[in-house]
């Protein structure tokens, strides 16, 4: 449930508004630049920093192994596409289910198409006003 709710919220914001660069943020791995997405025009923009990367992809001697740090990387990295999604079935879609959940499925499966092993990427949402930006990792 939880999962549906961040990507619907994920799916609400990557389709809504314009969209305009935010400022350089500084990590620790690397400078990252994501883009403003405004919902309506009595609404702040969201600062969105997609598909940053938070461990190393875990494939080869680090498949089925727990998440490893990621890499540095050099110049600012451009944070305004999705990560691919961890490889998972599809659902399938039929004119039985309700019309509500048919919808939110087929607005939804584009985004699950772009699977890979390597899908351990954050998609970071941040009030545009604020002075900075908030990253939450949990072991």
Request: charged content about 20%; aromatic content about 10%.
């Amino acid at each position: 449930m939880t999962l549906s709710i961040l990507a619907l919220l994920g799916l609400i914001l990557a389709t809504a508004g314009a969209e305009l660069s935010s400022r350089i943020v500084r990590t620790k791995y690397g400078e990252l630049s994501g883009v403003i997405v405004t919902l309506d025009r009595y609404l702040e923009g969201v600062e969105v920093f997609r598909g940053v990367p938070y461990a190393s992809p875990p494939i080869g001697s680090l498949r089925f192994m727990p998440p490893v740090t990621g890499a540095l990387w050099q110049g600012v990295k451009i944070a305004d596409k999705f990560g691919p999604v961890c490889p998972q079935k599809l659902p399938e879609l039929s004119d039985k289910m309700p019309k509500g959940r048919l919808e939110y499925l087929k607005r939804l499966l584009p985004y699950l198409k772009n699977q890979s092993e390597d899908c351990l990427y954050l998609n970071i949402y941040a009030p545009v006003q604020g002075k900075f930006c908030l990253f939450v990792f949990s072991r």
